[in-house]
């Protein structure tokens, strides 16, 4: 139902946009030729590119015409008068059908094959995303309906013809031709589907074959979040796809839409909290198919380094001296990579000399010195292992927490000497 729904509102959208336009290209049209191409309908299109029910050549379906005629003569009808010979019902039919299946109501389809006749270029088809999966097909009555009115207009101009075919019959068999045309069959197994049924068989059924499209799931994502794409292997039939966000942190990036091998790209908002699943769904004629994206709790980044200013203030060391009665180490966050600003860091130091000590601070500063007194050492000095507790937390409340000798951060340690 979701699909139907939402398919139904960009059909609605494109016949805005393609109905509204004139013809990009008109082309001169004699009272009997239909148009020779399909029209243009690039632009204001939700896929990327056009997508529009392919329609077999004049040709074909003059052919078929011509075997119909065959066909009802071996049944022992005989030629009456009809008004309209079998090339232009072969013509105007088809234009008719071919306006029908690519969105146009009865009326407008009418109208704007009846215009053809008159000079009058090829108007355009009513509605993109099209495909001969969810393609509508007019019933028999209104294609009757549309050669009562053909007949009425080769009347008024004078024409005359005789068919063993009778109008409601033709109407009804090329209209056939045409919808087993536009759903995947070629000329001569349409033909054959259509004899079997005036031979009192039932209806065959199309050629059309399911869309279906195979995608990789799960994605497995960070929790910092980016941008990804995915990439859909279409499988069977010709339609393309729709992408809709199922989860409020994915956004679907443009262009929405696509075809076989096309790449989908998203993006997913940093997680704030625990592991979580959202998915997308891609829509298109006939089916849906969800690609389940996975990802992690947030993984921040946090780095601090220690130095030793009597030493030197700019270069990071593992071990800071202690030489005389107020020596100062400086530890100095360089990396906080959180959802939002940083707007606290906790520091705290731990080491054995001359008793347990531990020193804190905790604050907005990024940087946390203290201060330590020289003793009895050995001349060489004596090493005192340290360990540092490093927590930032940011404006919404995430934190990360990181200790000195624990990958990647190395292990840390004052060395102490006599007091001279």
Same mark, same amino acid.
């Given at each position: 139902?979701?699909?139907?729904?939402?398919?139904?509102?960009? &059909?609605?959208?494109?016949? &805005?946009?393609?109905?509204?336009?004139?013809?990009?290209?008109?082309?001169? @049209?004699?009272?009997?030729?239909?148009?020779?191409?399909?029209?243009? %309908?690039?632009?204001?299109?939700?896929?990327?590119?056009?997508?529009?029910?392919?329609?077999?050549?004049?040709?074909?379906?003059?052919?078929?015409?011509?075997?119909?005629?065959?066909?009802?003569?071996?049944?022992?009808?005989?030629?009456?008068?009809?008004?309209?010979?079998?090339?232009?019902?072969?013509?105007?039919?088809?234009?008719?059908?071919?306006?029908?299946?690519?969105?146009?109501?009865?009326?407008?389809?009418?109208?704007?094959?009846?215009?053809?006749?008159?000079?009058?270029?090829?108007?355009?088809?009513?509605?993109? &995303?099209?495909?001969?999966?969810?393609?509508?097909?007019?019933?028999?009555?209104?294609?009757?309906?549309?050669?009562?009115?053909?007949?009425?207009?080769?009347?008024?101009?004078?024409?005359?013809?005789?068919?063993?075919?009778?109008?409601?019959?033709?109407?009804?068999?090329?209209?056939?031709?045409?919808?087993?045309?536009?759903?995947?069959?070629?000329?001569?197994?349409?033909?054959?589907?259509?004899?079997?049924?005036?031979?009192?068989?039932?209806?065959?059924?199309?050629?059309?074959?399911?869309?279906?499209?195979?995608?990789?799931?799960?994605?497995?994502?960070?929790?910092?979040?980016?941008?990804?794409?995915?990439?859909?292997?279409? %499988? =069977?039939?010709?339609?393309?796809?729709?992408?809709?966000?199922? %989860?409020?942190?994915?956004?679907?990036?443009?262009?929405?839409?696509?075809?076989?091998?096309?790449?989908?790209?998203?993006?997913?908002?940093?997680?704030?909290?625990?592991?979580?699943?959202?998915?997308?769904?891609?829509?298109?004629?006939?089916?849906?198919?969800?690609?389940?994206?996975?990802?992690? =709790?947030?993984?921040?980044?946090?780095?601090?380094?220690?130095?030793?200013?009597?030493?030197?203030?700019?270069?990071?060391? $593992?071990?800071?001296?202690?030489?005389?009665?107020? $020596?100062?180490?400086?530890?100095?966050?360089?990396?906080?990579?959180?959802?939002?600003?940083?707007?606290?860091?906790?520091?705290?130091?731990?080491?054995?000399?001359?008793?347990?000590?531990?020193?804190?601070?905790?604050?907005?500063?990024?940087?946390? =010195?203290?201060?330590?007194?020289?003793?009895?050492?050995?001349?060489?000095?004596?090493?005192?292992?340290?360990?540092?507790?490093?927590?930032?937390?940011? @404006?919404?409340?995430?934190?990360?927490?990181?200790?000195?000798?624990?990958?990647?951060?190395?292990?840390?340690?004052?060395?102490?000497?006599?007091?001279?």
């Amino acid at each position: 139902m979701v699909f139907r729904r939402s398919f139904a509102t960009f &059909l609605a959208v494109a016949c &805005l946009s393609a109905c509204s336009r004139n013809p990009q290209e008109p082309h001169a @049209a004699m009272p009997t030729s239909p148009s020779a191409v399909t029209p243009d %309908t690039t632009g204001g299109s939700f896929v990327s590119r056009p997508a529009v029910i392919a329609f077999p050549p004049r040709p074909d379906g003059v052919a078929f015409r011509a075997e119909l005629e065959n066909k009802y003569l071996a049944m022992g009808r005989r030629p009456a008068a009809v008004i309209v010979d079998q090339e232009g019902e072969a013509t105007w039919v088809g234009e008719y059908y071919r306006y029908r299946v690519n969105g146009c109501d009865h009326d407008t389809a009418t109208q704007r094959a009846l215009a053809q006749i008159d000079g009058a270029p090829p108007g355009q088809i009513c509605a993109l &995303l099209v495909f001969p999966e969810n393609a509508v097909y007019p019933p028999r009555d209104h294609v009757v309906d549309f050669r009562r009115q053909l007949g009425a207009k080769y009347q008024a101009m004078g024409r005359s013809a005789q068919s063993a075919v009778d109008p409601d019959g033709a109407a009804i068999w090329l209209g056939e031709y045409y919808r087993y045309r536009t759903s995947g069959c070629d000329a001569a197994t349409a033909t054959q589907k259509v004899m079997a049924q005036i031979d009192g068989q039932p209806s065959p059924a199309t050629c059309a074959v399911a869309c279906a499209y195979n995608l990789e799931t799960p994605a497995s994502l960070p929790g910092i979040g980016g941008n990804f794409t995915v990439q859909l292997l279409r %499988t =069977s039939g010709s339609c393309d796809w729709v992408a809709l966000s199922d %989860t409020p942190w994915i956004t679907i990036n443009s262009p929405r839409a696509g075809t076989d091998r096309t790449l989908a790209s998203y993006t997913a908002a940093p997680n704030p909290g625990g592991p979580r699943t959202g998915t997308i769904s891609f829509v298109y004629a006939g089916g849906t198919s969800y690609l389940e994206v996975k990802q992690a =709790s947030p993984s921040y980044v946090l780095a601090f380094l220690l130095y030793d200013p009597a030493v030197s203030p700019t270069a990071p060391t $593992t071990e800071c001296r202690i030489r005389t009665a107020s $020596t100062t180490c400086t530890l100095s966050a360089v990396t906080a990579q959180l959802p939002q600003a940083v707007v606290s860091y906790d520091w705290k130091v731990e080491y054995a000399y001359g008793g347990s000590k531990v020193k804190t601070q905790v604050g907005p500063l990024s940087t946390f =010195s203290f201060a330590e007194a020289c003793g009895a050492s050995a001349p060489e000095g004596s090493p005192v292992a340290i360990r540092v507790t490093l927590k930032a937390t940011d @404006a919404a409340g995430n934190s990360a927490t990181i200790y000195s000798g624990e990958s990647p951060q190395p292990a840390l340690q004052l060395r102490t000497f006599n007091c001279t």
